[in-house]
């Protein structure tokens, strides 16, 4: 099955996956959590990017977790279990490097599912939900989520013009390179501003905002959106109800506690962890439905 089958799903419904899995993510340290997310949208990312997935963990997502686990010990020294003390009399706890572990699986798992939500969630279908209420804010954010890409896209392309006339940062001295680079980077808030203005004039021209205007939408609201986001509603209740009465908990400072091992903690790992793993699951069924079908033929 080619493509992106969670994505195929109403656009409120890719939103309300993602205001679940990030909310959990960015406010939930607990170390299974953290796991969980970690590996469910490090999946979903693997899943949607191929082989771009790994470059971006090893450039962006990597230095970030090590930074974090780097950092956190050598500024944080609360905890009771000393392991030993720095030269300046410091102390390093087992709770700290513990804390700063957990802040940099949290911080990868965040940026991983920013990243699929960046594929899965396009400016149509942002503008599509939030359009009437905010019309605004929906134009500049979802601008603002394209800005991104595009800028990567056009930045390339302005690097190979001026490679082809010997202006690139790569050509002369340091000065050359320095005002090589600055003429680059010129050229692209030009275009960038240039191109905010054209996208604005754009959509005023076609009325965006104006009360009483239609809008047209190939999104419907179907019975297999329905079943979705009631699945996604019970699992999400779930997990906030094992947060919310401590049914699930970890604290780091003073000292290590962890909530014991229940059958409703148990439960709620398991509707977090599906919860995490279902854009991918989903996929991987479809692709071997897709897979089965086409060897009956």
């Known amino acids: ?140 954010l979802s601008m603002v989520f394209r800005f991104v890409p595009k800028f990567q896209k056009q930045i390339e392309k302005v690097s190979d013009a001026q490679k082809c006339i010997g202006r690139d940062v790569a050509n002369g001295n340091v000065l050359d390179r320095a005002h090589h680079g600055t003429k680059i980077l010129s050229v692209m808030t030009t275009w960038a501003l240039e191109n905010s203005v054209e996208t604005a004039d754009s959509m005023k021209s076609r009325g965006y905002g104006l009360r009483g205007r239609n809008n047209f939408s190939i999104y419907r609201f179907d019975t297999r959106d329905q079943v979705m986001t009631t699945a996604m509603a019970v699992m999400g209740l779930m997990v906030l109800a094992g947060i919310a009465t401590k049914m699930v908990h970890f604290l780091y400072y003073p000292m290590i506690v962890i909530n014991d091992l229940t059958v409703g903690a148990v439960l709620v790992y398991l509707c977090y962890g599906v919860l995490c793993f279902l854009p991918v699951g989903i996929n991987v069924i479809e692709d071997i439905k897709w897979h089965y079908l086409k060897s009956k033929i």
């Not at 944080?76 to 003390?85: A, P």
């Not at 009399?89 to 513990?98: A, D, F, K, M, V």
């Not at 804390?99 to 798992?109: D, F, H, Q, T």
């Open 1 to 140: 099955m080619k493509g992106d089958v969670f994505a195929s799903y109403h656009p409120a419904v890719n939103f309300l996956y993602f205001v679940l899995v990030i909310g959990c993510s960015m406010f939930v340290m607990h170390p299974i959590f953290l796991a969980l997310s970690c590996i469910g949208g490090m999946a979903y990312y693997l899943y949607l990017k191929k082989w771009k997935a790994l470059k971006t963990a090893l450039w962006m997502m990597l230095p970030v977790f090590l930074l974090s686990a780097i950092v956190n010990p050598l500024f944080t020294h609360k905890g009771v279990t000393v392991l030993t003390y720095f030269k300046n009399g410091n102390p390093l706890t087992l709770e700290s490097i513990l804390y700063g572990l957990g802040a940099g699986v949290m911080l990868v798992s965040v940026l991983n599912w920013f990243s699929c939500y960046q594929v899965v969630m396009t400016s149509d279908k942002f503008i599509y939900l939030f359009g009437k209420v905010i019309p605004a804010m929906s134009l500049i």
